[in-house]
């Protein structure tokens, strides 16, 4: 059973930076698609922050964080990771990693429903 667990987070004022990182367990990540996605406030829909496909050359960014967010995978650790730089305080949140296996020839899903393994999330707060 594949498993997703976050690490990373935490507290950094406005400017700073932080990197995020996604370790899965119970299989190969270079299967899977994976991406980023957060949720604010607590109880909202979760909002597709970034995603990197499983062939790395595929990789997709929310309008509101190109420029300072940068997914990347090494999949002989069998993690994804996502640097995040100038955060700002619309980039406080609860951080998500999730991963489903691809069609091949489809393009990265943007969409929560297209997502079936989940991790539980961690806590990304900007102070300004």
């Known amino acids: 059973q594949v498993q997703l667990v976050e690490s990373g987070g935490g507290l950094v004022q406005a400017g700073g930076s932080l990197r995020l990182s996604c370790a899965v367990s119970?299989?190969?990540?270079?299967?899977?698609?994976v991406a980023w996605f957060r949720q604010r406030p607590p109880g909202k829909d979760s909002e597709f922050v970034a995603?990197?496909?499983?062939?790395?050359?595929?990789?997709r960014y929310a309008d509101s964080v190109k420029g300072r967010f940068t997914i990347s995978r090494d999949n002989a650790k069998n993690m994804v990771f996502l640097q995040m730089i100038n955060l700002n305080d619309e980039d406080t949140g609860v951080y998500y990693c999730?991963?489903?296996?691809?069609?091949?020839?489809?393009?990265?899903?943007?969409?929560?429903?297209?997502?079936?393994?989940w991790g539980q999330g961690i806590q990304v707060t900007v102070s300004s």
């Open positions: 999730a991963s489903y296996l691809p069609v091949w020839g489809r393009p990265l899903a943007t969409t929560s429903e297209t997502y079936n393994i």
């Open positions: 119970g299989g190969d990540v270079s299967l899977y698609s």
């Open positions: 995603g990197i496909n499983r062939s790395r050359n595929g990789v």
